[in-house]
């Protein structure tokens, strides 16, 4: 497609279960990352793929928390055993690859997100 | 740890005025300074900069850099209704991974 998209747009579940959000980068790019806005907060990293490289897991809160990219273009963002301070919007977004020893400047571009709501 | 605090928290304004958003930081190693406009969902990407004292500029919008004082501004001349959304700062460092540390973002109401 054009542009990064998300699904779904919202997702509201009780606390204590599981959530799948699902990425679907830009054509091409082969770096993804997710980010996490709370309400009132800024964005923050959770997780980034690039290729088929080991992921930087360094951004996620909890080990409720994980992702995986299948194929270096779909990537799907779990989150297990749901608490009340999950709820976010989570934004996914991809770039164009950083080319070997020269880290090239190419923007991130975003998807409009999911809206998560623990109730 | 990174840091990037963008000033003010929230503005409001008249269609035509010209407004002036600060963006400061702190990373460990530098490599671009990101603004985004954020309306009701995606952020979209406005100006990447990576050199001091290059003014980028689109349209009614403009934005530099000043790596010595580590901080940046972004100006929308002429302000329109449709600029109103929040504006988000973002500092990428000079790794491979590239993730974004991101401000608070300056919430801008510009009234008819």
């Known amino acids: 497609g054009a542009g990064v998209s998300q699904s779904p747009s919202n997702k509201v579940t009780e606390k204590g279960k599981d959530v799948e959000l699902r990425c679907d980068p830009i054509s091409g790019h082969t770096a993804l990352y997710w980010y996490r806005q709370s309400l009132g907060q800024g964005l923050e990293f959770l997780i980034y793929f690039q290729g088929n490289s080991a992921p930087d897991k360094s951004g996620l809160p909890s080990d409720r928390f994980s992702a995986e990219r299948t194929g270096g273009s779909v990537s799907t963002l779990t989150i297990q055993r749901t608490q009340q301070e999950d709820s976010a919007v989570y934004l996914c977004?991809?770039?164009?690859?950083?080319?070997?020893?020269?880290?090239?400047?190419?923007?991130?571009?975003f998807g409009d997100g999911t809206r998560l709501s623990i109730l | 740890e990174d840091k990037v605090v963008q000033s003010p928290l929230s503005l409001v304004v008249h269609e035509g005025d010209t407004v002036t958003l600060n963006c400061s930081y702190e990373?460990?190693?530098?490599?671009?300074l990101l603004w985004y406009k954020q309306e009701k969902k995606a952020p979209t990407f406005l100006f990447m900069l990576?050199?001091?004292?290059i003014e980028k500029k689109s349209g009614r919008l403009s934005s530099i850099l000043d790596k010595k004082e580590l901080f940046s501004i972004l100006n929308i001349t002429a302000t329109q209704t449709g600029d109103s959304a929040v504006y988000l700062c973002a500092v990428g460092p000079n790794n491979a991974g590239n993730m974004l540390t991101f401000g608070g973002g300056t919430r801008l109401m510009v009234k008819p």
């Open positions: 990373v460990t190693n530098f490599r671009s």
């Open positions: 977004a991809s770039s164009l690859k950083h080319g070997g020893a020269i880290y090239s400047n190419q923007p991130q571009h």
């Open positions: 990576t050199s001091s004292g």
